[in-house]
């Protein structure tokens, strides 16, 4: 009975897999070129401003590696960091044939099409449709960036357990199906999500929910890891936070180029967004460690660590809409929200083993909605404002919709995944490779060498 439950699950699975191929696909040679529009001259300010802003959207990843690497155990942080560096090379492979098409191409309004495939027609002329006085591979490689990182998040929910072979597979599979389409429904120049005016200034919807919820997911499908499992009594706490901490400096340092540099211009809306990066994590950062100091009498690095990058994650989506004192009460309001969400996991025993869920998932959907709450357009004129800037629930609707349909295509879309690859690879390593650590049996070296 079991086995034909898993047989008729596997089915389905791969025929919806094959379905979402053929939507993704269709329209490849088939939808018409809209007119294109002139396009400007290149701004050199601008361009400088923005290969600047890749570079430090680029150090992010490995800032992430560092950030996870130090708090899982000595025996899998090799496995940690690899699962972070290697979609530098994957990611890029993607975005390189066909993701960029997919995410930026004209399209339909879910997808867009392979008329870039290849970076074809990806060159030193602008875009009319995107950052118009840069070149487009600029914009192209900046945008790179954020597909990038994006999967790469998903690695600290799926830590010391995962095969690396699948891991590769899955974001290979994850960027193309789940990560292209959503970069097209809120960036895409003519997107759903986009021409409904929902907001998310550098990737909320796109980059945070989408993993978060993801990581939620497949968390779920690999299951608890056997030793947290069978309460063997071996130690699972970080391993080396002073690691972690550097991880955490060079993901804010980078998250200026992410945030700021999504003004795709240098000028007086990339320094806003700066300005609300920055107090947003600084002001969660502390109030995370308050909430420890209240409640467990005291502060922790890893807490402040863990606040500060859940302060980053809310302000993404709202840093080019709001002004400083609404970044201060994003940064307060996700300070709480993923304190207790993280909790969660205790609850209903999944192993969310480094808290992407509590802090990318709910950190994401928080700062989107909270977009929708304080936007305002003193700060960013082709936003919206807000309701508490006169707006009344307009835009908090349309931000509910965007937070909404990128949970359950991100849910979905990563449940089919998972499916598929449970029945063909298989997800996780077996309980001798996982009790000796990943470090050895998926990658044959160590971190760490003890002399004798």
Known sequence: ?????????????????????????????????????????????????????????MLMTPGLAFFYGGMVRSKNVLNMLMQSFVALGIVTFVWLLWGYSLAFAPGNPFIGSLQWFGLNHVGETPSPYYAPTVPHQVYMIYQLMFA?????????????????????????????????????????????????????????????????????????????????????????????????????????????????????????????????????????????????????????ALGFATGAVAGLVAITPASGYVGPIPALLIGVGVAFISFYAIKLKHRFHYDDALDVFGVHGMGG??????????????????????????????????????????????????????????ATMGLRVNVEDENIGLDLTQHGESAYVMAE
């Open 1 to 57: 009975m079991f086995h034909k439950f898993i047989k008729s699950n596997t089915q389905i699975a791969l025929t919806a897999a094959t379905t979402l191929l053929i939507i993704l696909l269709a329209n490849a040679n088939a939808c018409a070129q809209p007119p294109t529009p002139s396009s400007p001259a290149i701004n050199t300010g601008d361009t400088a401003w923005m290969l600047v802003a890749a570079a430090f959207v």
């Open 148 to 300: 990038i990182i994006t999967p790469a998040l998903i690695s600290g929910a799926i830590a010391e357990r995962m095969k690396f072979s699948t891991y590769v597979v899955f974001i290979t599979l994850w960027s193309t199906f789940i990560y292209c389409p959503l970069a097209h429904w809120v960036w895409g120049h003519n997107g759903w999500l986009n021409s409904l005016g929902a907001l998310d200034f550098a990737g909320g919807t796109v980059v945070h929910i989408s993993s978060g919820v993801s990581a939620l997911v497949l968390a779920i499908a690999l299951g608890r890891r056997y030793t947290d499992t069978l309460h063997t009594g071996e130690e699972m706490r970080p391993h080396n936070l002073t690691m972690t901490l550097v991880g955490t400096a060079l993901l804010w340092f980078g998250w200026f180029g992410f945030n700021a540099g999504s003004a795709l211009a240098s000028g007086g809306l990339a320094s806003s967004a700066f300005v609300a990066t920055h107090i947003a994590a600084s002001i969660a950062g502390l109030t995370w460690i308050l909430i420890e100091w209240s409640i467990y009498k005291k502060p922790t």
């Open 365 to 422: 959907i928080w700062g989107a909605l909270a977009t929708g709450l304080f936007a305002s357009v003193l700060v960013n004129g082709s936003g919206s404002n807000g309701l508490f800037y006169g707006g009344g629930l307009t835009l908090f609707i349309k931000q509910t919709i965007a937070v909404a349909s990128a949970v359950a295509y991100a849910a979905i879309g990563t449940w089919i995944l998972t499916k598929i690859l449970s």
